[in-house]
């Protein structure tokens, strides 16, 4: 069944995470994307490895993991728009375009006539995303933007790790580009929502997205713990700030996630504890005085925790409804029966491998479920197959091209 956004077609200009993130999830949504590459190397990310895939023969391909995470259901289209006859193909693709997604640093594209105001020319109907460090204007608006830099700027660094005082205390950042894969979230959303617009109005228009904004604006309930609290929130490790307790404790045999929302089950897990007298004791009733005795309250925990299998406390709190879980790895993410029952592994046909393993889409539709049936591709797979159906290009002029080195063919023949 065609997805939701199968009427659109979007031309992706950009490289690395926050917005192939971004366009895949258009993807996955059901939009054509074309994504637009360097013949010489494409995307950068393919070589940021190991691991790579594995061909059928068990050797290292060039498909690194990190590009085959954020570029399923893509149309790979080798150009050199740094040249007169690139920067008209690109040119053409984008006159029949809904959507054009690009990350390059501020003005980066307005030499080769490929920023908004020369596009929205050739297509005022044209949603424009840009996706930058800093974004258009403001000071910093020049700079390069890297996730691990924004962390640290944006406040999120200040939050997460364990605090000063302890082994191991000091500033973390996420083990995951977080403020990449927010951005390209938000992109997302501000594009359908552009869309929305243009249905109405028949006007395209420029979004500007950045990852300092959007890391800013993802610190959430900390941003207004602040900002009506009047003091920075510190770094606390794996505890919550404004609800006690809600963090991780040592058990016999590994660590376990407690996270009691209310003081019922506050109450409750009192009980399993043995220690039902911890949810009458007035410093502890309530969740603002355990939050205040926080001090106190969590080694008398961790002291009672510690004394039982991960296992043993997982049935006993489960059993009562309170909130807990363990700590996974991917392995055992993978393996989980739940995780599996939603499907969030998929394997896709590969021209060099045979299959290469996805992650799910999660988000589950009734009547246009989200997916993808396209691997990510390879370098120029596609190149061949888009000029002819979209710009009308016969196999002379492809040819052409091709010698003249403004386009890549690559591994087209394997499509």
Not at 11 to 27: E, F, H, I, K, N
Not at 154 to 179: C, L, N, R, Y
Not at 312 to 332: F, K, M, R
Request: proline share 6%; hydrophobic share 40%; net charge neutral.
């Amino acid at each position: 069944m065609p997805g939701p956004l199968a009427h659109l077609t979007v031309l992706d200009l950009s490289r690395v995470l926050a917005g192939p993130w971004c366009t895949q999830l258009l993807a996955d949504l059901g939009a054509t994307v074309v994504k637009v590459e360097r013949p010489q190397g494409g995307d950068d990310t393919r070589t940021w490895g190991p691991p790579f895939l594995k061909d059928r023969d068990g050797s290292d391909t060039a498909e690194a993991a990190y590009y085959l995470a954020c570029n399923r259901g893509k149309r790979s289209v080798a150009i050199d728009f740094t040249t007169a006859d690139g920067q008209r193909l690109v040119r053409d693709l984008a006159r029949g375009a809904d959507v054009l997604v690009e990350n390059y640093k501020v003005g980066g594209l307005a030499k080769f006539g490929l920023d908004y105001a020369s596009l929205a020319r050739v297509n005022p109907r044209l949603v424009y995303c840009s996706i930058t460090g800093f974004g258009q204007r403001g000071p910093y608006a020049d700079r390069a933007g890297y996730d691990f830099i924004i962390q640290g700027m944006s406040g999120f660094m200040s939050v997460t790790g364990e605090s000063d005082d302890v082994p191991g205390g000091g500033p973390q950042k996420a083990g995951i580009a977080i403020t990449d894969l927010m951005t390209g979230m938000y992109a997302a959303v501000a594009i359908q929502a552009a869309l929305a617009h243009r249905d109405r109005s028949g006007e395209g228009q420029w979004i500007d997205c950045c990852l300092m904004d959007s890391a800013v604006a993802m610190m959430a309930v900390m941003d207004m713990n602040y900002l009506v609290g009047g003091r920075p929130p510190g770094r606390i490790g794996n505890a919550h700030p404004n609800i006690v307790p809600y963090q991780t404790f040592a058990c016999a045999d590994g660590h376990l996630i407690v996270a009691v929302g209310n003081d019922g089950q506050f109450a409750k897990f009192c009980e399993i504890a043995g220690r039902p007298g911890w949810s009458a004791d007035a410093r502890f009733a309530r969740n603002a005085g355990r939050v205040r005795h926080r001090a106190t309250l969590v080694p008398m925990i961790a002291e009672v925790v510690r004394t039982r299998t991960q296992r043993d406390w997982l049935d006993a709190l489960e059993s009562v409804g309170v909130p807990c879980g363990p700590i996974n790895t991917l392995d055992q993410v993978f393996a989980d029966p739940h995780v599996v029952a939603h499907g969030m592994r998929a394997d896709l046909d590969h021209p060099l491998a045979g299959s290469v393993p996805q992650v799910g889409v999660p988000i589950g539709m009734s009547a246009t479920p989200p997916g993808s049936t396209l691997a990510p591709p390879l370098l120029g797979q596609h190149t061949r197959q888009v000029l002819r159906e979209r710009l009308g290009l016969d196999d002379v002029e492809i040819a052409r091209l091709a010698t003249a080195g403004v386009v890549g063919l690559g591994n087209d023949r394997q499509a």
